[in-house]
């Protein structure tokens, strides 16, 4: 059975590799074979199963896509059912289920993220409207670094997020018992310190906690401990059974199964006031699993368990392999149970030790970085919750409407802990946490590391030892040798609309402009810049080029110069006491490159398009022509330079694209190989315009909102470039899908 359910899950996990979403035919065409090949081979079937189910499932769940045409900008109408919905300081953002679009349905209803503005009506679970809203596929920002919004919205089951321009309700419905039981325990939290984290830690209410606590938990590698999981539906499950041992031992006599289905109707309970998240149905699926098993008095061993737990899972929801929770809480059972094989009982350290060494690639594979401290904080940490908080929250959860005055003390007794925990948490964040961003160089040298630990330790249960080191020794010395450093780098980095270039000389760079901020805290900074930074290995920025004072370039240049005091600022605008102001002719040596200033001539104080900086980067043989927002009249001016000095391999478009750039006369004098646009996904200005792309007819045109991040490595002789989306697997280029082809037309 082993091979059967671990073929499946691969089958389906392999989703995550594919480079195009092929059609339902090929689903046909591995399901069909594979219960055909299961009575030769039960796990070349399993897999060729779980492939062609995944086919079918993606296909289906993604066909309305299709048939709305959903990339034409239009305004659909939609009958939709709220399943969640937050309030974000002037907007709500709502989970809804799809009834109909355009007056057509479709089954499984679509799931959609939307946002509501100026709505003064506060929605709720149940409220049934008629909206007029614009919809797009699940689209982020394409950084090789950062967070991956399309896999987190797919892991969620959305398939479409959208802006709502018109809602009127269909049905309201009224507060139901989850709604009234938060907001007694809300009531029951009020004057507390941390009421934003136990709602968090008990209910899975995550919407309102601080996002500098989210930051110290996550620098201090201790978030995990704040979101449920199955160790609150075990020990919910544990506390019914417990109850039901005191109060009905009589009835067990008559029925001995009484204990686990009480035990099962206290994870039921709580798992409704969790909203059936996706980590208490994986934690229900495992406990459901091992219920049965008991009540039929069979054994299975733990990785049957587990494996069984996994593919079923898998099979219901395909989408859960884009949840990042999904497979954390998966592996996190799966090295608990490696524990019990390596050491007959191994202890608190060697536990977390194994935890944190081999949650180690998936932590750099979803947050670009790891916590250097997390080991040595959740020793302490995690007992600490295991065993007093999260159990007394648990209980005074479920005694809310009993005995709320007992459950009142419980969530004192708790949010007490919390403060002392996050108080010592934000002093050692202040002293360093220990996080550490790693780059692409050092993520490989890890990947080596730990492959030769799983080598020297495990492979001697299948092939010598020696020879497993001789072969990953040798692969990585081949794969070293396949790398390359480039003489330096230019990344047209995606940052929405907006823009930002980092040049990079190993670990030196120069940025021009940061694109920028939204109402909320959301900023480029953070979202792109930082972590691509990181992703280089960046040690220090040299200069900080601020084209002109427009948000969508200079918005986070505050924020950007913190982080690196040591920058030399240049640009149109007066930023700093110490700023540079560009102009003309202005001319400096950067390593083996040489950067100049083309325009303006004199700057007005950086507050009009025409005031951008115009910086050309040349190493000799080629050169990169970076132009802000100038428009028509800089240009005109900047035709009237040599030739020599304006012609360059690689331009980012002016002003985004907008018809208000790119003249005729100022292209043919630039005569780019490569063009880049920096605008966002389905902007409202329409960048690039359909008349600039045609005019560049000669370059090869990428557009960032699609191509994501477009990398030039540029050596002595060529040019090689890189655009991010196009080496990613199909949900990360979903408009390709869609459309057949993004190439720019």
């Known amino acids: 059975m082993e091979q059967l359910l671990l073929g499946m899950a691969l089958g389906i996990c392999s989703a995550l590799l594919w480079p195009e979403l092929p059609s339902s035919g090929w689903g046909w065409g591995a399901l069909l074979p594979g219960f055909i090949l299961l009575f030769r081979s039960r796990f070349a079937g399993a897999v060729l199963i779980g492939l062609g189910w995944a086919l079918l499932f993606f296909n289906h769940q993604l066909f309305w896509l299709k048939e709305q045409q959903i990339l034409t900008p239009a305004q659909h109408e939609l009958n939709v059912t709220v399943l969640q919905a937050y309030q974000k300081s002037d907007r709500q953002q709502i989970l809804v289920s799809v009834q109909s679009i355009n007056q057509q349905t479709y089954w499984p209803t679509p799931t959609l993220r939307l946002t509501l503005s100026n709505n003064k009506n506060r929605l709720k679970r149940g409220d049934q409207l008629h909206i007029l809203a614009k919809l797009k596929i699940p689209h982020g920002l394409g950084n090789p670094a950062g967070f991956n919004a399309e896999r987190w919205l797919l892991g969620q089951g959305i398939t479409a997020t959208g802006t709502v321009s018109r809602a009127a309700f269909i049905y309201q419905a009224d507060h139901s018992w989850r709604d009234r039981w938060l907001e007694q325990s809300r009531q029951l939290m009020r004057g507390f310190r941390q009421p934003e984290l136990l709602m968090a830690l008990i209910y899975g209410e995550q919407q309102d906690v601080d996002k500098a606590d989210w930051q110290t938990l996550r620098d201090t590698g201790l978030i995990h401990l704040i979101a449920i999981s199955g160790m609150h539906i075990g020990l919910i499950a544990w506390i019914g059974m417990a109850l039901s041992r005191l109060l009905l031992q009589r009835v067990a006599e008559r029925l001995p199964a009484i204990h686990w289905l009480v035990g099962m109707g206290f994870a039921l309970l709580y798992s409704a006031l969790a909203d059936f998240s996706a980590p208490t149905i994986r934690a229900l699926t495992m ?196 790398q390359s450093e480039p003489e330096w780098q230019v990344d047209m980095l995606d940052v929405g609309q907006g823009l930002s270039v980092l040049v990079s000389q190993g670990d030196r760079a120069l940025l021009f402009d940061t694109g920028d901020r939204y109402p909320g805290g959301y900023n480029m900074a953070d979202a792109a810049i930082f972590p691509m930074l990181e992703y280089r290995g960046i040690q220090q920025l040299d200069y900080l080029v601020v084209s002109h004072r427009d948000k969508d370039h200079a918005a986070n240049w505050q924020k950007i110069s913190l982080r690196y005091p040591q920058a030399r600022i240049i640009s149109s605008a007066a930023l700093t006491a110490n700023t540079q102001i560009c102009q003309r002719w202005q001319q400096w040596d950067w390593g083996r490159l040489q950067l100049t200033m083309l325009s303006p001539l004199h700057s007005s104080g950086g507050d009009i398009n025409e005031d951008s900086c115009v910086l050309r980067i040349s190493d000799g043989n080629h050169s990169v022509l970076l132009t802000g927002d100038v428009q028509r009249q800089a240009e005109s001016e900047l035709t009237h330079l040599p030739v020599s000095l304006l012609r360059s391999n690689i331009l980012s478009s002016p002003h985004h694209g907008s018809r208000s750039s790119s003249s005729l006369a100022f292209i043919d004098a630039v005569a780019p190989d490569h063009v880049v646009h920096s605008a966002g996904y389905q902007n409202r200005w329409h960048h690039p315009h359909s008349e600039i792309v045609a005019r560049y007819i000669h370059s090869q045109q990428w557009l960032t909102a699609t191509d994501g991040l477009v990398s030039f490595e540029i050596n002595q002789n060529s040019i090689d470039i890189k655009p991010f989306r196009r080496s990613q697997p199909w949900y990360r280029k979903m408009e390709a899908w869609l459309a057949g082809d993004h190439q720019l037309k």
Do not use: Y
């Not at 392999?321 to 019990?340: D, E």
């Not at 081999?358 to 040595?376: I, N």
């Not at 929250?393 to 005694?399: I, N």
């Not at 969530?411 to 790693?438: K, N, P, R, T, Y």
């Open 287 to 482: 406990l459901s699993i091992w219920v049965v098993l008991r009540l039929w008095q069979r054994e299975w061993s733990g990785i049957r368990i587990w494996l069984f737990s996994l593919a079923i899972m898998l099979i219901i929801d395909p989408w859960s392999i884009f949840s990042a929770g999904c497979w954390l809480s998966f592996i996190a059972v799966g090295i608990l149970g490696l524990a019990g094989f390596l050491w007959n009982k191994p202890s608190m350290w060697q536990i977390q030790c194994l935890m944190t060494l081999l949650l180690l690639p998936f932590q750099l594979l979803l947050f670009d970085g790891l916590s250097l401290s997390s080991v040595l904080i959740n020793i302490p940490a995690g007992p600490w919750f295991t065993f007093s908080i999260v159990p007394i929250a648990l209980v005074s959860g479920l005694l809310v409407p009993i005995l709320p005055s007992l459950a009142h003390i419980g969530f004192w007794l708790c949010d007490v802990q919390l403060d002392w925990l996050m108080s010592a948490l934000e002093w050692i964040q202040q002293w360093g946490s220990g996080w550490m961003a790693i780059s692409l160089h050092q993520q490989q040298i890890l990947f080596w590391a730990l492959a030769g630990w799983f080598s020297w330790r495990f492979t001697p249960l299948v092939i010598n030892r020696d020879f497993g080191l001789f072969v990953l020794a040798a692969g990585g010395l081949l794969f070293s040798g396949c």
